[in-house]
């Protein structure tokens, strides 16, 4: 057979599988508050697990054990959509988002770890349902460590090589034998950095609930969360210092992370990403402080601000102390154009990464070069190895579909009805997996007020975002569905 | 030595003489109108000729006669600079633009064909110095003529050679003898349109010196009209039709022109950047038609101003007959978005040019093909003609940092204080050559307002744009002035 349905089914089982028992991790919470969102939690986690189970028990048998490339981009994709229509399932049984076009734009911009919102009043949500709200980025997280280590190199998605390239423990020529142990690194530190902002933002004066539900959100560069203001709900600068750092983590590729955990620091400081990560950070948060220090802010706090917003932006996480529209037209167009750059490979952000975004600028520089010496072989360098023209070729591609799609998707939302600012707000945050944008999408909005087709449109861009543009395009390819 | 500075300045001289021989055309409306402008043109000319003179006579001797390619560069940059320094003369003599920074501004926007200007009264400009503005932009097209025949290709500027590959007695591995004649055809092309232009809008109902300043301006692609109002001063349908088709023609490969001039109209459907040329003008008309329509507009007259508003965008020449911000926000995103299309390479139209989008657009989609066939080569074709996999990835390039620009630029302007639409207007306009923009520099404004830095910005942008990034981008890169 041409596609391995039966293998790609059968995965898609263990997913459901594994998303129905995820929401059973509500129910304590559900119990606990006794709002009166047992039943429906209940009720979905079993359904979920059910179907899982059935689809997973009639396609058990009889497979073709090797999954082949093509298989891999429609299990991902598929993936994705499924355990988003599924997990918005809690949100529908108990009314809290009774419609499926709210509540799978809900989902999937938790799946996606992006966190636009079209909830209108956060507070009054049931807590059960609220932690599903903050599992589903989570787990999007989760699944985007995975993906990145084990799935994306596999299908030659543009620049993801050069990651892999520096996982721990695998060798380009060797990867198959070591994938399951980098991933396994890979989460736990995922999960200890969980559990360690948890604990620290409940010491930070957090209810345990809360303090749980953003740590889940800031790993996941998410930026659900559970107050309407989101973190302008809290004042204490310990609370938003210790979040900046997570959502710094969060957006750091966690292989440097891991070398940071075994003092291996030279690494990390050697690494090209990091340090234009990290100088991206600190130079916009310092321009931004300058910014709204001139309009009258105090020092401390509008270095806070500065560095709360940009680090959330940059990490595509989109929690917010402030909203960044407010200051001047030329911090609104930064933030704008934050919203391209997404943070470190192999960490949870989304958008561009600023991997992608460093070889095209060197290309760009050496394209100078070439046009001087049009027969020189002039390779850019990354980490001090030669990057082959392939990739550099793939990830220009990458980059130029990726605007195309900015284009087209807000000239759609602007048809739509959206004005000019709403409209390229919204498709620069949700395809780059931010959540606040600009215009009626800005940061101390939401985007309940954006028209249904707009979120059927806004969540299909960030399922895009998420799984790097290649994966769900190809399937809407000839090329994909022709047989040899 | 290392650059032929010799045949540089002679160059340079040469062209300066040809400026200040221009400025005397200037004085049969001088005289005629009587405005007393008469002084400060021949003044104007009379410096630009003499300082010419001395610098070619200064340099005729013991020139090396070849060109070297990083000569090419340096002569053409500094060439339409130095032309838009002296050609600023006329302005400040005559007391028109006073200072430097305005009068600068308004030359390098008529040599680079763009039309943003400052003059916030043009009909008290004196009929002299009104001719020479418009004068400015038709000698920018003849320069972009020779250039893109005969500069570009030699240079290796991404997807130029894709336009000399189909220019008329062109082939590739002869293309020194040849190139003379080619820019001679164009030239009469160029010309004989003028021509037809003027006495057609002079039937029309204008002045003989409003045709002639009008034809002049179209073809160049430019959109410098005498009348504050733009074209919209002329309620004729007739007249707008006539500018319509002669903007279409002036962003036309001339060399499509010269084919249909020929009887050969099966070459000119057959290419493939003419037909989405086409394609673009009528599909993007007939949306912007019906959006006025909705808006109650009577059918033929939104058609019309749709058109208009259109083919002056795509094309890059910048007139107007109405407010193309002014309907819905939807209209002014895509006239947004128009700014980076740009008209055919081998026309006088700036901007990306179509041939290089379709090359991007072709490329995308065989990207995904790639991706499924990793080992194949699968090159993009144009005309039927497999393209290098060197120009593509040279296109790729240009438009990377084209973005790139935009969004440094963007940056910039909004931090000299411009607000976010008239920041990424004005450099999406000024760096695509057309003229006006978004915001406070929106259809129906100028430039008058715009800070000084902000104009030294846009000048310099619209050189960039004017030629094709790499020319002028290359002069500051470390690689130009290493010896070897």
Redesign the interface.
């Known amino acids: 057979m041409f596609l391995n349905y039966r293998v790609i089914l059968n995965i898609l089982g263990i997913l459901l599988i594994m998303n129905g028992a995820f929401m059973f991790l509500c129910l304590p919470f559900s119990i606990f508050y006794g709002e009166g969102d047992l039943l429906s939690i209940l009720g979905a986690g079993l359904l979920t697990l059910a179907i899982g189970l059935i689809i997973f028990f009639l396609t058990r048998k009889n497979q073709v054990k090797e999954l082949k ?2 298989d891999g981009y429609l299990v991902v994709s598929l993936g994705w959509l499924t355990m988003s229509f599924f997990g918005s399932l809690p949100y529908i049984f108990s009314g809290t988002i009774p419609d499926l076009t709210n509540a799978f734009f809900e989902t999937i911009s938790g799946f996606s770890t992006t966190g636009a919102t079209i909830l209108t009043d956060i507070e009054s949500v049931h807590k059960g349902i609220l932690f599903w709200r903050s599992l589903t980025q989570w787990i999007g997280g989760m699944g985007i460590i995975v993906l990145t280590v084990a799935i994306l190199p596999f ?3 543009g620049g993801m090589q050069l990651f892999v390239a520096e996982a721990p423990g695998i060798s380009p020529d060797k990867l198959q034998p070591r994938i399951k142990e980098t991933a396994k690194r890979l989460w736990m530190i995922y999960l200890g950095l969980t559990i360690g902002e948890t604990v620290l933002l409940w010491l930070g004066g957090m209810t345990f609930y809360d303090a749980i539900n953003h740590a889940l959100t800031t790993m996941a560069t998410g930026g659900f969360s559970t107050k309407n203001a989101s973190i302008a709900f809290y004042t204490s600068p310990f609370i938003q210092y210790v979040i900046i750092a997570f959502m710094f983590l969060a957006g750091t590729n966690f292989t440097m992370t891991y070398f940071a955990l075994h003092g291996e620091f030279k690494k990390v400081f050697q690494n090209d990403e990091f340090k234009f990560y990290m100088a991206f950070c600190v130079v916009l948060t310092l321009v931004v402080a300058v910014g709204i220090y001139l309009l009258g802010g105090p020092v401390e706090e509008s270095f806070r601000t500065a560095a709360f917003q940009v680090v959330s932006v940059i990490t595509t996480t989109g929690y917010i102390t402030a909203d960044y529209t407010s200051w ?3 911090i ?3 933030f ?2 934050m919203m391209f750059f997404g943070a470190s490979a192999g960490s949870t952000a989304g958008g561009v990464k600023i991997v992608r975004h460093i070889i ?2 060197k ?3 050496l ?8 027969n020189a072989v002039i390779p850019v360098r990354f980490n001090g190895r030669a990057v082959s ?2 990739i ?3 990830i ?6 990726y ?2 799609i900015f ?1 087209v998707g ?2 759609v939302m ?2 739509l ?5 709403t ?2 707000g919204s498709v620069a945050t949700c395809l780059g997996n931010i959540g606040p944008g600009l215009g009626s999408v800005g940061p101390v909005d939401n985007f309940a007020s954006i028209s249904s087709g707009g979120k059927w449109l806004l969540s299909f861009l960030m399922l895009l975002g998420r799984l790097e543009l ?1 994966t769900v ?2 399937l809407f ?1 000839p ?2 569905w022709k047989t040899n």
Chains 1, 2 share one sequence.
């Open positions: 490339k093509r299908l030659g998605i001047t037209s030329f609104t167009l930064l704008f154009m095209l600028v290309n760009s520089f394209e100078l070069k070439r046009q001087l010496h049009p023209r392939e550099t070729f793939n220009l591609a990458f980059m130029m579909i605007i195309m284009g807000s000239a602007g048809a009805g959206a004005d000019f600012n409209s390229v290649f395009l190809i390819s090329y994909f």
